[in-house]
């Protein structure tokens, strides 16, 4: 049974930092890309950044670069999304999600909310 589940959110003043997790089972995930996407109330979902298999290759959206880092442990099966300088607009539901050729898999999602 394949299962991405993250953890880590919550709430936080702006300026402040937050490490969402993404633990992944019942697949090869050390063959899988992974992501982390957001979405906000109203507003679309949003790829924030993504990692190749072997993490030799990341990408960012240009709202949160120099800010995010997007990382993998393979040994772990995890994944991980570290946010510093957090906005008030980086308030959304954070989905990490896998992808191998035509497979794709999600996350149920976790909140982070930054607000003073």
């Known amino acids: 049974q394949v299962q991405l589940v993250e953890s880590g959110g919550g709430l936080v003043q702006p300026g402040g930092s937050l490490r969402l997790s993404c633990a992944a089972s019942?697949?090869?995930?050390?063959?899988?890309?992974m992501s982390w996407y957001r979405q906000a109330p109203g507003k679309e979902r949003e790829l924030v950044a993504s990692?190749?298999?072997?993490?030799?290759?990341?990408n960012y959206v240009d709202s949160v670069k120099g800010r995010f880092t997007i990382s993998r442990d393979n040994a772990k099966n995890t994944a991980y999304l570290q946010m510093n300088s957090l906005k008030p607009e980086d308030t959304a539901v954070y989905y990490c999600?896998?992808?191998?050729?035509?497979?794709?898999?999600w996350g149920q999602g976790t909140q982070v909310s930054v607000s003073s």
């Open positions: 990692i190749t298999s072997v993490g030799d290759s990341t």
């Open positions: 999600s896998a992808r191998r050729q035509r497979n794709e898999y």
């Open positions: 019942g697949f090869t995930f050390s063959t899988y890309a």
